[in-house]
T-cell receptor, first 111, second 116 residues
């Protein structure tokens, strides 16, 4: 069955530090992959997406993600975190006709 | 282009009551999905509607139901409310991945339901 895992439930980083959030998926074919961000009390907003082509994709707010087929991973990165990046981050995969979300990673930023 | 609109944003109900939540998708989007989000269970898929037909359904009891109208607006209903139904209910619209689209979802801000 298709699934998405985000191994880190919660991550804390200092402002200005680099960030990497992990995402692994289970799906036979090459899926469509997404990262969403959710600020407290809000809905989810799309950060970036991968469909095909260049495996390094750029998104909004300075985020990027790299698709690695051999590792079934789609990790999210940001070189320098800002306090406003504190939020919940969800990885998602489109498998056949369904969108499957990971459990989310909560990011805290220390000033 | 207006985003996904959910109403009401906040509501309080008591056990045994029922509730109806509304979602207006982005103009042109014919797919509407509903999710329940709680601190303990995370983001759980309820159901998806496309052109007034339920396409997919999550693992929720029959107390949870939904429908979609010809203008793509959608409602979900929860009957006989339980304390555990307290959650943020999120609606998302998009273009279904099996119709040549990518499956990207656009979310509303959610309806926060508290059951007392």
């Amino acid at each position: 069955a298709q699934s998405v895992t985000q191994p880190d439930i919660h991550i804390t980083v200092s402002e200005g530090a680099s960030l990497e959030l992990r995402c692994n998926y289970s799906y036979g074919a090459t899926p469509y992959l997404f990262w969403y961000v959710q600020s407290p009390g809000q809905g989810l907003q799309l950060l970036l997406k991968y469909f095909s082509g260049d495996t390094l994709v750029q998104g909004i707010k300075g985020f990027e993600a790299e698709f690695k087929r051999s590792q079934s991973s789609f990790n999210l990165r940001k070189p320098s975190v800002h306090w406003s990046d504190a939020a919940e981050y969800f990885c998602a995969v489109v498998a056949q006709d369904k969108v499957i979300f990971g459990p989310g990673t909560s990011l805290s930023v220390i000033p | 282009k207006a985003g996904v609109t959910q109403t009401p944003r906040y509501l309080i109900k008591t056990r045994g009551q029922q509730v109806t939540l509304s979602c207006s998708p982005i103009s042109g989007h014919r797919s509407v999905s509903w999710y329940q989000q709680t601190p303990g269970q995370g983001l759980q898929f309820l159901f998806e509607y496309f052109s007034e037909t339920q396409r997919n359904k999550g693992n929720f009891p029959g107390r949870f139901s939904g429908r979609q109208f010809s203008n793509s607006r959608s409602e979900m209903n929860v009957s006989t409310l339980e304390l555990g139904d307290s959650a943020l209910y999120l609606c998302a619209s998009g273009l279904p991945p099996d119709r040549g689209q990518t499956g990207e979802l656009f979310f509303g801000e959610g309806s926060r339901l508290t059951v007392l």
